[in-house]
């Protein structure tokens, strides 16, 4: 069974900084691309970043490019997120996916991002 369970979302100020962390269980790793997508108040999903660990893909959105860092840690399985320079328009719940995909180039075109976990909230003020 898929197990995704995000951790490090909070309150943070406009231009600074969160780490989100994603732990996975249940599935091979390096099977799976695995991702973030956000959904913030009254917005739909938008898929952040990928990254498909055994091929090196990478994606980011547009928005978010240049301020996020996704990265990986394989001993734990774990999926980080580093948030810099945060906004408000960041502000949304941010959820961890693993989806059985071989390349990230089209994560953020997604609609549907396989499995998930509960998801973190990201607060950023002005």
């Known amino acids: 069974e898929v197990r995704l369970v995000e951790s490090g979302g909070g309150l943070a100020q406009a231009g600074g900084s969160l780490t989100l962390s994603c732990a996975a269980s249940g599935f091979t790793f390096d099977e799976y691309a695995i991702g973030w997508f956000r959904q913030g108040p009254g917005k739909a999903r938008e898929g952040v970043s990928c990254?498909?660990?055994?091929?090196?893909?990478?994606y980011y959105a547009s928005s978010v490019k240049g301020r996020f860092t996704i990265s990986v840690d394989n001993a734990k399985n774990t999926v980080f997120l580093q948030m810099n320079s945060l906004k408000p328009e960041d502000t949304a719940t941010y959820y961890c996916?693993?989806?059985?995909?071989?390349?990230?180039?089209?994560?953020?075109?997604?609609?549907?991002?396989?499995?998930w976990g509960q998801g973190t909230q990201v607060t950023v003020s002005s």
């Open positions: 990254i498909r660990n055994n091929t090196g893909s990478t």
């Open positions: 996916s693993a989806i059985a995909i071989w390349t990230c180039d089209n994560y953020g075109a997604l609609t549907e991002f396989g499995a």
